[in-house]
DNA sequence: TTTCCGGACTATCATTTGTTATATTGCTTG
DNA sequence: CAAGCAATATAACAAATGATAGTCCGGAAA
């Protein structure tokens, strides 16, 4: 059976100008490439180890056992179920390509999505407190993903503190990111909500290698913005059309071509500092 | 849309106002007895104690332990900050008595309150990792709250196997909390929004004695239930006054009386597994 | 190719919620 | 006691957002 991949990040242009984004297109490039050919490609390829690697320092060893953790990773279709709620997991889950998400049903059908699992995102890394799942995680898009048993994680903190460290800075980002998406629900207004997300979206994949300064492939539909911002897909739709007439933003096509990106942070007043949270 | 109208940020005071408690009296006299009067009392009374409780088995040791930690609180007046944005505090905060709050205000002033601190809630218990805060913490209401050093908390982890692991499931339920609070503004009408939050309060303030089946007191106004549930607090008092024609429920006069607690828990659909994490 | 289908888009109308303004109440303070 | 302040209450109006319905478009399947 055929399996779904991710569209590649499209080539930056000729006219684009590197300036300070990290992410360089020959990298992402090879950053497709089958994890069984990844021992030859640098460590930082793995968006695990790029996420991390921005909470501080990491030795090589302990890098190398963070590339290892996606060796095995699986595709999915999007729209599918990776932990179901009322399950109780004995494995984290490592998003490696693609975007999944946290969410919940009302029992009149509304969805909330409560949280964006992106590249490099380790979900939960302390699954051994937990019983029983209450709320879903599910693929928006077609991805690629890893289980990773619990032992093997526990094994991996153990052994190796500056990974313990840095999946615990990233548990606070994660807190930190959902404080942030009650913030954005709570008290802006749609278009504020709807370019909050967006810049959201964009400093994060921007960090594992996955947008440029131009822009991000997204595979959200736009009644998956609707359910992540409280909206309704109508709604959205006329928010979108509104930043592209401003000249901000152009959303379609499963991709996000961000066209003033001090803009759309203003509208949002958008502040990235929540998601690297700094040790002490 | 919203536009400002909130009361400008609460002024800083770093001093710990010791002393006169207002309202203090008729908040014990119906459900328990002050938890300070005295090493005789059952451990129990200390709310953190029982908070902790309900996550699984504490020795002897670890109780009398935990009840040390409110040895020497301090009573603070409402509308203080205990911690702002922007600090790097080296201490966590214990509630001992009243309620206080996480929140942020945007530049036009309009605030959002992510989480509740109820007695018994231990803030931040993982402070070693924070650099600064990027949210303040603040009393509503008169409290009286104790500062636990890090190396007391760190001390007191490494020592009492059983607290380490409840306070592990108490920041794993006040992390599902944050994503029903994400529901519950994202998706929720108005109306269900305050009574969830209502029942929710019921039902933590009920496991640290601070309620009884018929209700409990709450200093919040309407316009602190607003900026929690993302509402007006004129739409607030609208709703309010629905829930009391509906018989379920009577807010006024800092009191919270429960007339119907299945009828309310109904309009909110209210499932209170989120607050009470299992281990594994 | 044609058909089918999900997603995007738009228009119109309905409704919830926010805004503004003004009393009123109760408590605190002088 | 009166004055002042904060919180509550309510009304009238405005604005933001949701609901419904339908078209259009592009990719997948027959």
Same mark, same amino acid.
């Given at each position: @059976?055929t399996?779904p991949?991710m569209?590649?990040?499209?080539a930056?242009?000729?006219? !684009?100008?590197?300036g300070?984004?990290p992410? !360089?297109?020959t990298m992402m490039a090879?950053?497709?490439?089958?994890?069984?050919? %990844?021992?030859?490609a640098?460590?930082?390829l793995h968006?695990?180890?790029?996420?991390l690697a921005? $909470?501080?320092?990491?030795?090589?060893?302990e890098?190398?056992a963070l590339?290892d *953790?996606?060796?095995g990773?699986?595709?999915v279709?999007g729209?599918?179920?990776l932990?179901t709620? %009322?399950?109780a997991?004995d494995h984290?889950?490592l998003i490696v390509?693609?975007?999944a998400c946290?969410?919940?049903?009302?029992p009149?059908?509304?969805r909330q999505i409560?949280?964006?699992?992106?590249?490099?995102? *380790?979900?939960?890394?302390d699954?051994v407190?937990l019983g029983?799942m209450?709320h879903? +995680?599910?693929?928006?898009?077609?991805?690629?993903v890893?289980?990773?048993?619990?032992?093997?994680l526990a094994g991996?903190?153990? #052994?190796?503190?500056g +990974?313990?460290?840095a999946?615990?800075?990233?548990?606070?980002?994660e807190?930190?990111?959902?404080?942030?998406w009650?913030?954005n629900?709570?008290?802006?207004? !749609?278009?504020?909500?709807?370019a909050h997300l967006?810049?959201?979206?964009?400093a #994060?994949? %921007?960090?594992v290698?996955?947008a440029?300064r !131009?822009g991000?492939?997204?595979?959200?539909?736009q009644?998956?913005i609707?359910?992540?911002?409280?909206?309704s897909n109508?709604?959205?739709?006329?928010?979108?059309?509104?930043?592209?007439? @401003?000249?901000?933003?152009?959303?379609?096509?499963r991709r996000?071509?961000?066209?003033?990106?001090?803009? *759309?942070?203003?509208?949002a007043? $958008?502040?990235? %500092?929540?998601?690297r949270?700094?040790?002490?």
């Amino acid at each position: @059976m055929t399996v779904p991949r991710m569209t590649p990040p499209t080539a930056v242009s000729a006219t !684009a100008t590197s300036g300070t984004w990290p992410a !360089a297109p020959t990298m992402m490039a090879s950053a497709l490439a089958p994890p069984e050919c %990844g021992h030859h490609a640098p460590l930082l390829l793995h968006p695990i180890v790029r996420k991390l690697a921005a $909470f501080g320092p990491l030795s090589a060893a302990e890098e190398e056992a963070l590339a290892d *953790l996606g060796a095995g990773a699986q595709c999915v279709e999007g729209r599918q179920n990776l932990v179901t709620e %009322g399950a109780a997991p004995d494995h984290a889950v490592l998003i490696v390509e693609g975007v999944a998400c946290r969410y919940r049903h009302r029992p009149n059908g509304a969805r909330q999505i409560t949280g964006h699992l992106l590249p490099g995102d *380790l979900c939960d890394p302390d699954l051994v407190h937990l019983g029983r799942m209450n709320h879903s +995680i599910g693929t928006l898009g077609p991805c690629r993903v890893a289980r990773v048993p619990g032992e093997v994680l526990a094994g991996l903190t153990a #052994r190796h503190p500056g +990974i313990a460290r840095a999946l615990r800075l990233a548990k606070l980002a994660e807190e930190e990111t959902t404080r942030e998406w009650l913030m954005n629900v709570g008290c802006r207004s !749609a278009i504020e909500r709807v370019a909050h997300l967006l810049c959201e979206l964009h400093a #994060r994949l %921007g960090t594992v290698g996955w947008a440029t300064r !131009a822009g991000y492939d997204l595979p959200l539909t736009q009644q998956d913005i609707a359910d992540t911002a409280g909206l309704s897909n109508v709604h959205v739709n006329r928010v979108l059309r509104q930043l592209r007439l @401003m000249r901000l933003v152009e959303v379609g096509g499963r991709r996000v071509d961000v066209l003033d990106r001090a803009g *759309l942070r203003r509208v949002a007043e $958008f502040q990235d %500092g929540y998601l690297r949270p700094t040790g002490a």
